[in-house]
């Protein structure tokens, strides 16, 4: 028996299943019967009590409609011209679902335009970057392609291990070592949507209304698997509970109810979060299941010090720079440190150029001069790190860090 007739016998037996209605629409819109797909979805939205699968019939009436907005060729479906008989498998249309249809015969009439929630999609751009642009850091992304990429693309191998897809990875470390940067090259690397949250997309003055502006950025990230979300300074939105005060108490509890709880899921869902003080974050966030992946984002070693000095000056009048000298005298500098070396070395010869109204390049004294009053800002950072590494390090969390202040013991 054909498994559309055969959906159709389960569905004029059981009208109520919200399941069969949703398998019937499936087999429906593979065949390209957009229309009777989308009243076979309507009929199983009707009765569904489950609100996951609500969601994903709502998401393929959508897809359906878009389809047959554009005309796609259907064999099996009528002509918008012709009249449509008002019943599903001898059960009556009601009235909500009969008014969608006849919107629905007006549709090549009407144009299909860009809503709010698809300019936001706009953000997913971002993903385009990859890890060929990211200077350096190769042990870092080794570490990222094991952990989080490879799943994403064997997850056939990862079930066989029931090894989910997605999850928490919290990427921390001094500032200005390129932490977003990192999280938006894993985006492109698993061509994944990439969902930056910023804190003013959730907080808002009236109770109860952060929860639930967080809560819609994960459904709707859950809606467009595979997907990654990056909390950029995520210890604003999961501060530590016992330090926190009572307006900020439901939206950490939030975030841990949607990252791994009842009735939610992450697979085939990343979440990243970055921070420069991992010791702030609620224990409860970096516990197995939510952030179970803690991944130190250490400052730049010496040969990616070199290519950040050769990216920032490129394309600047220079002469006669030696990026390999630069990036020897440079230890513990951040990507952000060199930059402003740069910066300061341009402004230094802007400002004698219009003294003396001689034009020249930038020379390598020039960034030498600037160096002699410079220090790398993860210096404090790391001084700080090194006490927590020393007296609050019993689970382990920090061992990557340990280990680099073990390296580095001498200089810091």
Same mark, same amino acid.
């Given at each position: ?123 997913? /751009?971002?993903?385009?970057? /990859? ?16 952990? !989080? ?30 932490? /977003? ?19 003013? &997309? ?77 010791? &702030? ?39 006669? !720079? ?32 219009? /003294? ?57």
């Amino acid at each position: 028996m054909d498994k559309v007739k055969w959906l159709q016998e389960q569905v004029k037996q059981n009208p109520e299943d919200a399941q069969t209605h949703y398998w019937l629409g499936k087999e429906l819109a593979e065949k390209g019967s957009w229309l009777e797909a989308i009243q076979s979805f309507s009929m199983g939205a009707i009765h569904c009590s489950d609100e996951n699968l609500r969601a994903e019939i709502i998401n393929e009436i959508t897809n359906a409609s878009v389809q047959l907005q554009q005309g796609k060729p259907s064999d099996a479906a009528p002509a918008l011209s012709e009249d449509i008989s008002p019943k599903v498998d001898g059960h009556p249309i009601p009235e909500e679902v009969e008014q969608s249809r006849k919107w629905m015969d007006r549709s090549s009439k009407l144009k299909v335009i860009n809503g709010g929630g698809e300019q936001k999609q706009e953000k997913s /751009t971002l993903s385009q970057v /990859t890890f060929a642009d990211v200077a350096g850091l190769d042990e870092l992304k080794k570490t990222i392609h094991l952990r !989080i990429i490879s799943p994403f693309f064997n997850q056939g191998l990862f079930a066989k291990f029931r090894k989910k897809a997605g999850g928490g990875v919290l990427l921390y470390g001094p500032p200005g070592c390129g932490k /977003t940067f990192i999280a938006r090259a894993t985006a492109g690397e698993c061509s994944a949507h990439f969902y930056p949250v910023h804190i003013t &997309d959730i907080l808002d003055p009236y109770i109860g209304v952060s929860e639930q502006n967080l809560k819609a950025i994960f459904d709707k990230a859950r809606f467009q698997k595979p997907s990654i979300m990056f909390f950029d300074e995520v210890d604003t939105i999961g501060f530590n509970r016992a330090k926190s005060s009572a307006n900020t108490r439901g939206m950490i509890d939030t975030l841990l109810a949607e990252m791994e709880g009842i009735d939610t899921s992450t697979d085939q869902m990343l979440v990243i979060g970055a921070t420069n003080m991992p010791w &702030d974050v609620d224990n409860a966030l970096k516990r197995p299941g939510r952030f179970d992946r803690l991944i130190f984002v250490a400052p730049p070693d010496e040969k990616a010090r070199e290519q950040i000095f050769q990216l920032k000056l490129e394309g600047r009048f220079a002469k006669s !720079i030696d990026v390999a000298k630069l990036a020897a005298q440079t230890e513990f500098f951040s990507g952000a440190d060199i930059e402003n070396v740069c910066e300061l070395a341009v402004e230094n010869v802007l400002a004698e150029i219009l /003294t003396t109204g001689n034009e020249r390049p930038i020379c390598m004294e020039d960034l030498l001069n600037v160096l002699k009053t410079q220090q790398p800002s993860t210096l404090e950072w790391l001084r700080t790190a090194k006490n927590y590494v020393k007296y609050a390090n019993q689970s382990g969390l920090y061992n990557d860090v340990e280990q680099y202040l073990r390296k580095h013991r001498r200089q810091i």
